[in-house]
């Protein structure tokens, strides 16, 4: 079936450095796009979305760039920080459906060293 | 404005009982959705209700069941608990009433099957 997939499954990075997460899709008739961070024992916190129409979306500290050519989704996070350091997972959905069901991605495990 | 309200927190059952989880969406929202995470599956939808109609439901056995008030909360149940079970279930809200509005999760409610 289709899927949303990650790169990479960890990541560390200095704090203060830039960090990017990537995210692989596979549902040509996904629209809409949502990132979330999971701290542990958590629930995910919703951090931004894009949708198809768009190719790119600041956020405070963050980024969402959408390739649709070739299915990819990226999370860039400006100087990271300690408080960064989390799970993050990015999710699709087809909004045409009528619902709302998302499908997640593996997650990638973002560490931030000191 | 409060969050999504997931009830209890924490929980343990024995095989073969059955459980209810509680969600109180965020004021306004009449979307909920139900999730469950564990670590070899990662994320993965359960169901999703609107208006206290269920329109959409994942590839989960008929043991798990959800229903809507009319006051938009959600309660799902888990019945003939299996050690499989045990996860973190998540709840989501959304206002639901035009695609692509934003999904915001609870705490979750971690269960755990002896």
């Known amino acids: 079936g289709e899927s949303v997939g990650l790169h990479l499954p960890t990541l560390s990075v200095q704090e203060g450095d830039n960090s990017i997460i990537n995210c692989a899709y596979s549902?040509?008739?996904?629209?809409?796009f949502i990132w979330y961070k999971q701290e542990s024992g958590k629930g995910p916190q919703f951090i931004i979305d894009i949708r198809s129409n768009m190719d790119k979306r600041q956020g405070q500290r963050v980024t969402v760039l959408l390739n649709k050519t070739v299915k990819h989704l990226s999370l860039q996070i400006a100087a990271t920080q300690p408080g960064d350091s989390a799970v993050y997972f990015c999710a699709e959905t087809s909004t045409g459906a009528g619902s709302y069901q998302l499908t997640f991605g593996k997650g990638t495990k973002l560490s931030v060293i000191p | 404005k409060a969050g999504v309200t997931q009830t209890p927190r924490y929980l343990i059952k024995t095989r073969g009982q059955q459980v209810t989880l509680s969600c109180s969406p965020i004021s306004g929202h009449r979307s909920v959705s139900w999730y469950q995470q564990t670590p070899g599956q990662g994320l993965q939808f359960l169901f999703e209700?609107?208006?206290?109609?269920?329109?959409n439901k994942g590839n989960f056995p008929g043991r798990f069941s959800g229903r809507q008030f009319s006051n938009s909360r959600s309660e799902m149940n888990v019945s003939t608990l299996e050690l499989g079970d045990s996860a973190l279930y998540l709840c989501?809200?959304?206002?639901?009433?035009?695609?692509?509005?934003?999904?915001?999760f609870g705490e979750g409610s971690w269960l755990t099957v002896v």
């Open positions: 989501a809200s959304s206002v639901g009433q035009a695609s692509g509005n934003t999904i915001y």
């Open positions: 549902n040509s008739a996904s629209d809409y």
């Open positions: 209700y609107f208006s206290e109609t269920q329109r």
